[in-house]
């Protein structure tokens, strides 16, 4: 039996065991819920033992556990590394729900529950696959492969990076596999071969000492918050790109060959209408709207604060404004450069009759996977053999700072193989995962798995 | 005996009157004092009786009381009324204070306590006088005499113009004395002939139906904090006037003789920096800081608001950001026309790709009070007499809505005249009024209510 008749066959009980799975309500932003992700982590650690994985552990860490996993038995053959996360987005609204979040239901295709998408149903997926792999291959794998399954890619992956620079020996690897994402649409794969990077900065003008009386002092100084302003309008050109000088100079330019390939998956302004709500959409004119949110570097206004916020009317001048301000970065800009060139224009804006500050939150480098390569002409192939249809390639505009931090590490693709569709609700109510898609996600990761066991090997 | 020699003799007595006065802790802003406020209100009216005014009514309002009194025996002489307030400030950070707020304490020539000069101090000189007037004029006044002692002047005299406009006829009045400011110095009085009005507003810019990912939307939508900070630079101009057309319409050009009259009220930058902390002034270049707070129009940002606002960073687009902005006014400015004209040019600046609107929250009149009129050359003579010197005339930035109020219902002069210091910590710890600031201030009143019972009557 290959692995493909073994999972064909386990359908039923690949189902209640991801079930079983999505009944831990593993939320890991919320402190009650810490026993579940020990027991979500102890959960998955079981699994991966069941499967076959030689070394199975929960490495603790200052915030919720990270579960490890290796099959070290294939020397000379290449070595995969999978990611994904077990926590889970919390569920408010609750009354929204059709269905409990944690009582996984069936509905026609779908798997109604929270987590089903987002990332369980995914990571559970590669965990069924290595179980077929392991009794197609007499109890072995055709390739080394490692797990990494973190509890906090719901807040921010806090601690993921300090785990992989301490464990590199662990997890190297001639390619990564992450399932956390969607394909085009359920007939069209795709993959996310450019993800943007960030820096987030706070700018904070001052002016008086503390607040003043707006009428004492109204028309003699220049109001922290107007200035503020001023500023924030002085960051993008009439033509809505970035004003800020160099900002472009390491942007990697489109060629013509990936324009076109872009091309074939428009985001319509119809559909960006559909989804936006906003009147009309805005930015580089030049570029398509796929390509303004996957392939150039933006700079948003996050957040603003100054004076009084509150209901009706308060006569203050303000003594400081706050905005959090955030670059996406595309290859190849830094995101250190890129704060000290923001630092530098807001300095060259701000008058001399108040003061400003730029101050840097977080940073996070772009990645572009490129798209030839052994590893992922054996994805394309997976896909086909999973989908019966050709991925087509896609930029996304979010950041996921793991892919840049493996591709730095490791020097080794990153594939984006999604599995989930871009209507899961995902971080919303009644979340799902449709099983066709799991069915298909099965097909696609043996033949991905099997295929990768054949490429070059650059791991020691 | 005198209406001075009465005085005089009775320092003391009003001394531990204004203490008992003090002592009650009247903060209109705390719900928890509400039965101080009655009791305030009724201290007042006690103390007008003593004073011998023939009707003393407490009016009760939906906030706080409003106590009146009249004295109308004086037929074919003027009437003046007196307008003033019993509520306080809070008293926090209350460890600040050296002594506590409540109990009135002697520190040289200061009485230290809440509410000392802002405004019961103030209000008690007149009270005074009109019991040493009686006194002088053998139980009667040369002139008739209404009282108007509000307690909701810290919360905007929610209630005061209601109340005004249902009680004309108890409140027409010649002249309209108000003691609730400040002298230019302890050797130099002041007289404030005109107070700004205002338009304040909010600012609403709404773009996306709710918040976006900045990730996934980036780049292709006009983020509505990014377009009011546009919008909101976009309202001044590079001289630092206000770029909205037609707000300079209706303002009244200073002339010669007033801008030199001001010039002798300098105000430095010196003191200004001393008093803001801010770097440099800013404003209209063409004006002297004196003009630019007193005699200009302004648009000030009061507040801000969008998206994330906490510490850290959240990757939000917002779906729609505020400001708090305020438009202070000068004659003959209409607070309603100011906020068509405001509206009409926010509504110019908004791009296709946003909407916005602009609500209005509060309106007040600007007020100037002619320097050549009977009242005043009385109130100059009165301040002579109590402090030995000319006072200089001032434009203040603030708003004092009843001025434009009384001025427009009465067509009579109001005259501002303050017996405190600009040190007073009116709204600080530590509030403090001078004692000869307050004998010369009854000095004052009785050189003023004497010689106002002399101008022409234009009341019935």
């Known amino acids: 039996m290959n692995a493909y008749e073994y999972a064909d066959s386990h359908r039923a009980e690949f189902l209640e065991e991801l079930k079983d799975f999505l009944r831990i309500p593993s939320i890991s932003t919320l402190p009650e819920h810490k026993d579940d992700m020990q027991r979500a982590a102890q959960w998955v650690a079981d699994q991966l033992k069941m499967a076959g994985m030689e070394r199975v552990e929960i490495f603790?860490?200052?915030?919720?556990?990270?579960?490890?996993?290796?099959?070290?038995?294939?020397?000379?053959?290449?070595?995969?590394?999978?990611?994904?996360?077990?926590?889970?987005?919390?569920?408010?609204?609750?009354d929204e729900w059709q269905t409990p979040p944690f009582e996984p239901t069936l509905r026609g295709d779908d798997l109604v529950a929270r987590g089903?998408?987002?990332?369980?149903?995914?990571?559970f997926v590669h965990i069924k696959v290595v179980e077929a792999l392991r009794q197609a291959y007499n109890g072995k794998l055709p390739l080394n492969i490692r797990f990494l399954i973190e509890g906090e890619e719901e807040v921010s992956?806090?601690?993921?990076?300090?785990?992989?620079?301490?464990?590199?020996?662990?997890?190297?690897?001639?390619?990564?596999?992450?399932?956390?994402?969607?394909?085009?649409?359920?007939?069209?794969?795709?993959?996310?071969y450019g993800l943007r990077g960030m820096t987030y900065m706070e700018i904070e003008v001052k002016g008086p000492r503390s607040d003043l009386h707006s009428g004492g002092y109204g028309g003699t100084v220049h109001n922290p918050a107007q200035a503020l302003c001023e500023i924030i309008a002085a960051l993008h050109n009439p033509d809505n790109s970035v004003a800020v000088p160099g900002f472009y100079d390491k942007v990697r330019p489109l060629d013509p060959a990936e324009r076109a390939a872009l091309a074939k998956v428009p985001f319509t302004v119809e559909e960006w209408q559909r989804q936006t709500g906003a009147p009309q959409p805005w930015g580089e004119a030049e570029y398509t709207l796929h390509e303004r949110i996957g392939a150039r570097p933006t700079l948003e206004v996050n957040g603003l604060i100054s004076g009084f916020t509150g209901v009706g009317s308060k006569t203050v001048l303000p003594a400081r404004a706050l905005a959090k301000i955030s670059c996406r970065l595309v290859p190849d800009q830094d995101p250190f450069e890129v704060e000290e060139l923001v630092r530098a224009r807001v300095r060259a804006l701000t008058p001399p009759d108040v003061t400003s500050e730029v101050r840097g939150l977080n940073y996070a480098y772009p990645s572009?996977?490129?798209?030839?390569?052994?590893?992922?002409?054996?994805?394309?192939?997976?896909?086909?053999?999973?989908?019966?249809?050709?991925?087509?390639?896609?930029?996304?505009?979010?950041?996921?700072?793991?892919?840049?931090?493996?591709?730095?590490?490791?020097?080794?693709?990153?594939?984006?193989?999604?599995f989930g569709l871009h209507d899961d609700n995902a971080h919303a109510p009644n979340e799902k995962f449709w099983l066709t898609g799991f069915y298909k996600g099965i097909t696609t990761s043996i033949a991905l798995l099997e295929g990768l066991s054949k490429i070059p090997v650059k791991t020691g």
């Open 116 to 123: 089903a998408s987002d990332d369980k149903g995914q990571v």
């Open 60 to 94: 603790p860490t200052p915030g919720h556990p990270i579960v490890y996993a290796n099959w070290n038995g294939a020397p000379g053959a290449p070595t995969v590394l999978i990611y994904g996360h077990y926590d889970v987005q919390p569920v408010d609204p609750l």
């Open 157 to 192: 992956s806090k601690h993921l990076d300090d785990f992989i620079h301490a464990h590199q020996d662990l997890l190297r690897a001639d390619a990564t596999v992450i399932s956390d994402g969607a394909i085009l649409s359920p007939d069209q794969p795709s993959i996310v």
């Open 368 to 418: 572009v996977v490129p798209i030839n390569s052994p590893a992922m002409d054996v994805a394309i192939a997976a896909y086909e053999r999973g989908f019966g249809a050709r991925p087509v390639f896609m930029r996304e505009g979010g950041t996921l700072p793991i892919v840049a931090t493996l591709q730095h590490l490791f020097n080794a693709p990153v594939l984006l193989i999604g």
